[in-house]
């Protein structure tokens, strides 16, 4: 029998008896997000953490606070360069337990007075018990009045028009990805089949029309067996963000590379991976709901995406270089030396590491370009996204 959350699995295995089988983006919608079984859709109360030391895997903000200190930085600069408008809104989609926001929070009250009086948090996450998880990590913030709110989703924010700043950190690894496969006939999509208790891989033509032409823009050339994702839900996702966003910054935090190198050809079976108690697995079809499941980021696509629809790119770089920039060696040097929290900090900057993989995509709207210091180091990446293969402007 496939092992994982009873009832999810059920519920997984009747909708494949009922209507066959399903992509592998709709199994992984519903392994994540079920409404009731789901694995970011459970509370705490199960008795499993997700994110942090206890849980499946951590992100910068269980490692240390300097990446929400160097993110109030910018917003702080931000802020100076729309004029400081009246309200400032910083809208952070898919936080997690919070811990971002509540870095953010404390650096922002040691910044500029006026910056604290004008600024809107906006927190918007798809699970009702991660917002729960988050309103008690932010319960310090929740007294001030109309400072910190929750919305539902980004599009109720599209008809007041956002001022300010819409970031994100692993919020798009996230999403369901669609998984393709090159045969000798050509593309197809990865479906989920039940058989004999299990869930198993089977290859149908690709579900939609999107997908297709998303692949076709792509101008691969993919050997036999090559296996890859794609992620049509960030893409959808940035429009959105292009939508709501009237003057400002969209910054968008998450591990990923650029389409070329992406969806090289050496790169054979993609990025997808499972995470459970700290270590990776290979098998979606395990523990299913029991653990988290997670796909690299095409930043080329994203950037092409939302540069069709309103978002010029303002740069692109890595977690170390967006760190430097915002002053993070005078961060290092309060803490320290050789402390556990300078090890922590550390961690962050490595360029092998946590510094090199994550990477940073920044794109303005209603702004002249803005010269922004976390874009102040960009060695390598400089042309990076503007030499896209991909323009994909679906
Ligand atoms: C990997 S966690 C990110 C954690 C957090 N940003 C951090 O830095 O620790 C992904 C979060 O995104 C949320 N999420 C996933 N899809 C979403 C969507 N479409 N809209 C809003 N939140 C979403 C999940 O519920 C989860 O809280």
Redesign the pocket.
């Known amino acids: 029998m496939a092992s994982g959350h009873p009832e999810l699995v059920d519920d997984i295995s009747r909708e494949i008896n009922d209507f066959g089988p399903i992509t592998f983006a709709r199994f992984m919608e519903l392994a994540?997000?079920h409404p009731q079984f789901g694995y970011?859709?459970r509370g705490p109360e199960d008795g499993s953490e997700?994110?942090g030391w206890q849980g499946d895997?951590y992100?910068?903000?269980?490692v240390h606070s300097i990446l929400g200190q160097a993110l109030a930085r910018q917003a702080e600069q931000i802020d100076r360069l729309l004029g400081q408008p009246d309200p400032f809104t910083l809208v952070?989609?898919?936080?997690?337990?919070g811990?971002?926001a509540k870095h953010i929070l404390s650096a922002c009250r040691i910044g500029s007075e006026s910056f604290r009086r004008r600024l809107r948090y906006i927190l918007?996450?798809?699970?009702p018990a991660?917002r729960k998880i988050q309103r008690h990590n932010l319960s310090q913030w929740l007294t001030e009045p109309d400072m910190m709110t929750w919305a539902d989703?980004?599009d109720a924010l599209a008809s007041a028009g956002v001022t300010g700043m819409v970031f994100?950190?692993?919020?798009l690894?996230?999403?369901p990805i669609h998984r393709i496969h090159m045969t000798s006939e050509g593309l197809q999509e990865v479906h989920v089949d039940y058989q004999d208790g299990q869930f198993v891989d089977c290859l149908k033509p690709l579900s939609t029309a999107a997908l297709d032409t998303h692949l076709r823009e792509l101008h691969h050339n993919w050997p036999e067996g090559y296996r890859t994702e794609v992620n049509l839900?960030a893409l959808d996702?940035m429009k959105q963000v292009a939508r709501c966003l009237n003057r400002g910054v969209v910054l968008t935090i998450d591990y990923g590379h650029t389409a070329h190198d992406f969806y090289r050809p050496e790169r054979k079976t993609g990025t997808f991976l499972c995470y459970s108690k700290h270590s990776t697995n290979e098998t979606p079809y395990q523990c299913v709901g029991a653990q988290?499941m997670?796909a690299h980021v095409d930043f080329s696509s994203l950037a092409a995406v939302g540069e069709t629809h309103g978002l010029q790119i303002t740069g692109f770089t890595n977690q170390l270089s967006f760190l430097m920039g915002l002053g993070v060696e005078a961060m290092m040097a309060e803490l320290q030396p050789e402390s556990p929290e300078f090890q922590s900090a550390i961690h962050l900057l490595k360029p092998n590491g946590m510094g090199g993989i994550f990477k940073v995509l920044v794109q303005h709207k209603g702004i002249e370009a803005p010269n922004l210091d976390g874009l102040k180091y960009k060695p390598f990446m400089e042309s990076a996204l503007t030499g896209l293969e991909s323009k994909v402007g679906a």
């Open positions: 994540l997000y970011y859709m997700r994110i895997y992100t910068s903000s269980d952070e989609m898919g936080p997690g337990k811990l971002l918007i996450d798809r699970s991660m989703q980004l994100s950190n692993e919020l690894d996230a999403f839900q996702w988290d997670t």
